[in-house]
């Protein structure tokens, strides 16, 4: 039996379906007979079904299956089929491949979310505006932090990354910040149900009397 390698191996033309099918496909279009290829078209279908059961329309998948059916053969495939061929599609209709993001983040932690935060708070003009959007933006820099290093890190730093992302157009006192605790982290614990049930229940004294347990 002679080995296949994958540098020998022709190109899968629709890859969900595998090589398998692929081959199937080929050996279809290599029939002489049009009615057994036929037959055997409509038993690759049917084959075919089922790798897409997520399909719920009928009519839906038998004509998406026949079009596959085409598109695997290179739409050389001479056989009845109750749908019409598929035209093929040029280079100009294929989708285009996305393309990563070729801007740079200058700080990872924090995400280009938080640079698009900025950019947008820079664009205010009253002064209370801007100062508001910097603390909303500080806290969420803070946050970010917290979770990448798990520790925390100084008001003043992130102060001096927002001054720095912003080119000096937005800043806030250092003194301001840490007097009135501007940029506290919120936590999951602070104002839930949850922090002030087990609260009460710390503070709460029980008025029954000590009873020693039984040896």
């Not at 049009?34 to 009519?59: A, H, W």
């Not at 001479?78 to 740079?104: A, F, H, N, Q």
Request: charged share 40%.
């Amino acid at each position: 039996m002679k080995m296949e390698y994958n540098t020998t191996r022709s190109n899968l033309i629709l890859r969900e379906y595998g090589r398998n099918f692929h081959k199937l496909v080929d050996y279809v279009g290599n029939e002489k007979d049009k009615e057994k290829r036929n037959k055997m078209s409509k038993t690759l279908v049917e084959m075919m079904k089922i790798t897409q059961p997520s399909f719920k329309d009928q009519s839906e998948v038998d004509a998406k299956m026949w079009d596959d059916l085409y598109i695997m053969s290179d739409y050389g495939l001479d056989i009845d089929s109750p749908y019409p061929m598929p035209k093929r599609k040029s280079e100009s209709e294929r989708p285009k491949r996305l393309e990563y993001p070729k801007t740079k983040i200058r700080y990872r932690h924090y995400g280009k979310k938080i640079e698009l935060l900025i950019e947008e708070a820079c664009k205010l003009k009253k002064e209370d505006e801007k100062e508001a959007a910097v603390i909303h933006i500080g806290k969420i820099m803070k946050s970010f932090f917290g979770m990448w290093n798990k520790e925390s890190i100084d008001n003043k730093v992130i102060i001096e990354n927002i001054k720095e992302l912003s080119n000096n157009k937005l800043s806030i006192d250092v003194d301001k910040v840490k007097e009135l605790n501007l940029f506290y982290k919120v936590t999951k614990e602070r104002g839930s149900k949850h922090h002030y049930h087990s609260k009460s229940k710390r503070n709460f004294k029980s008025n029954r009397p000590f009873r020693k347990r039984r040896m």
